[in-house]
């Protein structure tokens, strides 16, 4: 068996026991990337081995708030643990989203522990052309 050595690996561990899992009043952040794709924002967060009834996803106002929880596999009572590694508890993160994005209309989907919102920009905030009228000529108004 080869054994790679990693020297963070020991002081992340230590790290974890010491904060204990993420709770729902001190929930543990999950990584995101965020991107805009076309005519939508594009928002994904990694959240591997959580299912999807798990994942809590609410928007109120421009805020974006999402929780997920990972609770630990029921295991046999013969069972002794060797190794644990994958982080327990609650995780979350709150993104404030712009005026400019078009909160009704939020698509989600969950593929492979990565959880996908689409939001798509709002009519208001895309590039219009705007057109100029030719008047006929002086209007004079009077009072």
């Known amino acids: 068996m080869l054994m790679r050595t990693d ?9 974890q026991q010491l904060t204990g899992p993420g709770t729902w009043s001190r ?26 009834d ?12 999402v929780k997920a929880e990972r609770r630990p596999a029921t295991k046999a009572d013969d069972v002794q643990m060797e190794l644990s ?9 709150q993104i404030v989203l712009a005026d400019t994005l078009d909160t009704d ?12 919102l689409r939001i798509p920009i709002a009519e208001r905030a895309k ?3 705007i057109s100029i009228g ?10």
């Open 7 to 15: 020297p963070f690996r020991e002081l992340d561990r230590l790290a």
């Open 27 to 52: 929930p543990s952040p999950m990584p995101m990337d965020a991107y805009r794709e076309g005519d939508q924002y594009v928002v994904a967060f990694d959240v591997p081995g959580v299912s999807a």
């Open 54 to 65: 798990a994942i809590d996803i609410d928007v109120e106002r421009n805020m974006l708030t």
């Open 85 to 93: 590694e994958r982080p327990l508890g609650v995780f979350s993160r």
């Open 105 to 116: 209309h939020i698509q989600a989907e969950y593929d492979a522990g990565v959880l996908t």
């Open 127 to 129: 590039p219009r052309k």
């Open 134 to 143: 030719v008047g006929s000529g002086r209007k004079e108004i009077s009072g």
